[in-house]
């Protein structure tokens, strides 16, 4: 039997319903995503109208992850590192932490700053080969993580 999609989550509805961003504040948003072809992560981040600490709460009561706070200041795994190489971890804002075993099988435990990257679940299990567990954190604080936690022999290839 295949494997059904994840649904597609919005990010500017999910600020929208939690009362972060007004309703024209919705259609700013969305109006800079389309002029400027961003994603709405990044217009959010972009426009202010959100603050990244307030963003990462939303997305952890909204969604129900984890919510991580000073990211840069844990270490990662390096079988973790390994996973996600280092342009991807900073294309999706991820930081893949640590392999958990738990009851049901393995899972890798990975930070982002935003969980609501189309396909991003998807492409993570399959270069882990294994479940994905999500949690967020801030976007500056998870970028100082990956730039300071990658070997830079995992850095090079990608550079």
């Known amino acids: 039997m295949p494997k059904s999609a994840a649904p597609v989550l919005d990010l500017i509805d999910i600020l ?5 961003i007004t309703p024209s504040g919705e259609r700013m948003v969305r109006h800079y995503v389309k002029t400027w072809k961003v994603a709405p992560f990044q217009a959010v981040i972009e426009t202010h109208m959100v603050s990244e600490g307030r963003l990462a709460d939303t997305l952890s009561e909204q969604l129900r992850i984890n919510r991580i706070y000073h990211v ?11 996973v996600v ?20 099988g393995k899972k890798l435990e990975v930070i982002t700053a935003d969980p609501t990257i189309p396909g991003l679940i998807e492409a993570l299990e399959v270069m882990a080969g294994c479940g994905i567990v999500l949690a967020v954190g801030e976007r500056s604080d998870i970028v100082r993580a990956i730039d300071g936690q990658y070997p830079l022999e ?4 990608d550079l």
């Open 16 to 20: 929208t319903q939690s009362g972060d």
């Open 85 to 104: 190489p280092y342009a991807k971890a900073k294309e999706w804002l991820c930081l893949p932490f640590a392999f958990e075993d738990s009851r049901i």
């Open 72 to 82: 840069s200041s844990l270490q990662a795994s390096l079988n973790a590192l390994q």
């Open 154 to 157: 995992l850095q090079i290839p």
